[in-house]
Nanobody, 123 residues
């Protein structure tokens, strides 16, 4: 079965940086698009970024473009999110999620989720 485990969250000051990791198992990692999705307290899920399987095409939400970088290491079955210039509005639980296929499609549900890692940006 699909198993995803996030790590790397924590408390950081505004303007600081964190690097999140997602360790994947139970499927052929390199084949599938992977995403980061976040949920702030009292708010709904917000898609953050995606990276395709195969061609590696990357996309970002406008709110994080220029500050966050998604990457993957298919030899380690690991997804990453480098977060720079963090703002209080970035505070959320961050989840990694597996798409059904190689390409990110915002109209399709994810078929695998991790438990999430907490990111708190505060002075």
């Amino acid at each position: 079965e699909v198993h995803l485990v996030e790590s790397g969250g924590g408390l950081v000051q505004p303007g600081g940086s964190l690097r999140l990791s997602c360790a994947a198992s139970g499927f052929t990692f390199s084949t599938y698009s992977m995403s980061w999705v976040r949920q702030a307290p009292g708010k709904g899920l917000e898609w953050v970024s995606a990276i395709n399987g195969g061609d590696g095409t990357i996309s970002y939400a406008d709110s994080v473009k220029g500050r966050f970088t998604i990457s993957r290491d298919d030899t380690k079955n690991t997804l990453y999110l480098q977060m720079n210039n963090l703002q209080p509005a970035d505070s959320a639980v961050y989840y990694c999620a597996k798409s059904e296929g190689a390409w990110y499609n915002p109209k399709r549900e994810y078929d695998g989720w991790g438990q999430g890692t907490q990111v708190t940006v505060s002075s």
